[in-house]
């Protein structure tokens, strides 16, 4: 049998294979940011025992919104939302992480409230966010001060105490895609000339901080960090990426995480740019960290399973194929056929082709 399907223990937590739900933004939240009973349906259908998921970015203040119709934890209200969604995966015997995110410079007045949107400094980029007007462009943005940061560290916080209280097993910290996180960590992005600028250490300082403070309300193994070394979503660049991400992981060792998650660079948002180009940022940072890794980005079920047997990853998450195969760990160890995704359905609308797909054989 592929290792892809032997238990795995991560934190108090033992997975029975290694198949993960990637984090994928949906947009089915109801409008004040609560998830809505599709929401609790579509994570249900994709619970398996002893299965770990990853659920889609999260909002963790009204003001670090990106998306329309993404989920908050960000209010007491929404607790009870996410509490139904992990009573549901746990009733078929799975795990469930929450990806905390801050959208950062991608976001939109309308979407923060009115401030600009925050960024470690101003760097002109283009992109376009989800209002309620649609896709428009990103408002300008502008440098977050000192004592913003402070708030955003405390934001963080309140989000993961009401998580626990939600019954969540995890955290993933979102420090990827281009996001607030990931600008402070790569230098394209980072122009700063104070404690959070400049070296290393300096840009790697704020997801210390907040990682110190999700380990404190989760404790020991059940937190996570997600990275995308090579990524261009949100026009996010780095001189030397190797060197930033390797001196971040190893930075990660420092405490009792539960994984780091890192995407691969043949992905861009939800489209695959390099087609069988074998994984490389997996390869580069399992040298460094000391603890689970998770490989995502383009993978198929020999993909998934040729690296965790050549150990360059321990687990393997599936975005894509998981919106159409609720069913896919199943799917995966037995070679069914799989069905094909609908991208038309990935971003916002209704429960066709968002919950309505069947399971292998019904």
Do not use: C
């Not at 977050?144 to 940061?149: D, M, P, R």
């Not at 070394?229 to 660049?237: C, D, H, N, T, Y």
């Not at 603890?291 to 998450?317: H, K, N, P, S, Y």
């Amino acid at each position: 049998m592929s290792k892809l399907f032997s238990p795995l223990r991560i934190g108090p937590y033992t997975l029975s294979h290694r198949v993960v739900h990637a984090p994928t933004t949906r947009l089915r939240a109801n409008a004040d940011d609560s998830p809505s009973e599709m929401m609790v349906q579509y994570y249900s259908q994709r619970a398996s025992e002893g299965g770990l998921l990853i659920a889609e970015s999260t909002h963790m203040s009204s003001d670090s919104r990106g998306y329309l119709g993404a989920p908050g934890i960000y209010e007491d209200a929404h607790i009870p939302g996410w509490k139904h969604i992990a009573d549901a995966v746990h009733a078929k015997g799975g795990v469930l992480f929450m990806q905390l995110g801050h959208d950062g410079r991608q976001s939109h007045v309308d979407l923060t409230g009115g401030p600009l949107p925050i960024a470690p400094s101003v760097v002109p980029f283009e992109t376009d966010v989800l209002t309620q007007d649609g896709w428009v462009p990103a408002s300008p943005h502008r440098e977050v001060s000192i004592e913003e940061i402070r708030t955003v560290i405390r934001n963080y916080r309140r989000a993961a105490e009401r998580a626990l209280l939600a019954g969540l097993d995890g955290i993933e910290i979102h420090s990827a895609n281009g996001y607030l996180l990931d600008t402070f960590l790569q230098d394209g992005t980072n122009k700063r000339r104070d404690e959070y600028g400049g070296s290393l250490e300096n840009r790697t300082r704020l997801l210390r901080e907040i990682v110190t403070e999700m380990v404190e309300v989760f404790g020991s193994g059940r937190v996570g960090v997600r990275f995308s070394p090579s990524g261009q979503w949100g026009s996010i660049s780095d001189s030397d990426p190797e060197a930033t991400f390797s001196y971040a992981a190893d930075m990660l060792n420092r405490f009792p995480l539960a994984y780091l998650h890192v995407i691969e660079p043949r992905v861009k948002g939800v489209e695959t740019l390099h087609e069988g180009q074998p994984p490389v940022a997996s390869t580069f940072l399992r040298k460094v960290y000391k603890g689970v890794m998770i490989a995502a980005g383009g993978f198929d079920g020999d993909g998934a399973a040729a690296i965790v047997e050549q150990g360059d990853a321990d687990l393997v998450a599936f975005g894509r194929y998981f919106t159409s195969n609720p069913d896919l760990p199943a799917r995966l160890k037995h070679r069914w056929p799989l069905t094909h995704y609908e991208r038309d359905a990935f971003w916002g609308g209704s429960e066709v082709h968002y919950t309505d797909f069947p399971a292998y054989g019904t």
